[in-house]
């Protein structure tokens, strides 16, 4: 269930500031046709940090009802309470497993954060998945918490997006006897990750060229490195784009310049440039996305 291609999903919002629910099904049923292995909505790229509780409920309801592929929801806070809450609603919503970020802000100690996610795991019987994105939390999960919390039956996996290649590595080798996997949660670095042992990657790609990302994972999972190489070159330069600012303000923009969904964005988060929208719009254009 958890390997390969899986979008991190956006959350498209109507002119007058909703959750667009049509626009959300496009953009699920997009990346189906396009062969993800699953879908995450609630995460980063989907602009959690602004959705209201019943909003973050609403995204996640939406998802179950309309995939035909497992749903990965996040419900990760830096409020361990508040956390338990959003994973037991994906539970009872019907999600196959849910994703938890480490603690933002409050940049709990070792002990805090074995207690932190333990607590969630020993609450709800559902798999979990760890996400370290030291950029957005302030603090990157040591290698030896993340064994220690890979022991934990329903901990199945994690979302690596610290960029040290060699942590990444450091981890499949500290795991290597646990039923544990390790996704790539930085698009530039999916192929390298998989090259090691990776099993996978929750993409922002994968929201505008599910095709090519589930083809370049598909490949590399199946030994043919010199297919997987070849796309990741081809689509490397979007990925760059798609980074150009603070995700996912490029990559809704791309979203929307494809027909997919509207790109607006809430606040603090403001458009896209008009000379990175251009470079977005470009590297549609090469890849054949936009005309």
């Not at 559902?126 to 934990?152: C, F, H, W």
Request: with cysteine; glycine share 8%.
């Amino acid at each position: 269930m958890f390997e390969g291609a899986m979008p991190a999903l956006i959350t498209p919002f109507t002119k007058d500031d909703r959750i667009d629910r049509e626009g959300l099904q496009r953009i699920i049923e997009f990346v189906e046709e396009g062969g993800v292995a699953g879908i995450v909505p609630c995460g980063t790229t989907g602009e959690s940090a602004t959705l209201s509780a019943p909003e973050h409920q609403e995204v996640i309801d939406i998802a179950v009802e309309y995939s035909k592929v497992p749903v990965i929801a996040g419900t990760g806070s830096n409020n361990t309470v508040e956390a338990l809450q959003f994973t037991k609603h994906a539970a009872d919503a019907g999600v196959d497993g849910v994703l938890l970020i480490s603690p933002y802000y409050n940049k709990p100690n070792p002990a805090g954060l074995l207690a932190h996610f333990k607590k969630i795991a020993e609450s709800v019987d559902i798999p979990m998945i760890l996400y370290n994105i030291p950029s957005r939390t302030g603090q990157d999960m040591p290698v030896e918490v993340i064994a220690e919390l890979a022991k934990v039956e329903n901990i199945v996996g994690i979302k690596e997006a610290s960029g040290n290649l060699g942590k990444v590595s450091q981890i499949l080798e500290s795991t290597v006897d646990e039923d544990f996997v390790v996704l790539s949660g930085e698009d530039n670095l999916t192929l390298p990750i998989l090259s090691v042992g990776g099993q996978g990657v929750i993409s922002v790609a994968a929201n505008i060229v599910p095709d090519r990302v589930s083809r370049m994972v598909n490949a590399a999972l199946s030994g043919d490195y010199e297919t997987a190489r070849k796309i990741h070159f081809e689509i490397s330069p979007l990925i760059r784009a798609l980074f150009l600012e603070t995700n996912p303000i490029p990559v809704k923009k791309a979203a929307e310049l494809a027909g997919l969904a509207s790109g607006h964005l809430r606040l603090p988060l403001a458009p896209l440039s008009e000379t990175n929208t251009e470079k977005v719009a470009n590297e549609l254009r090469k890849l054949g996305v936009i005309e």
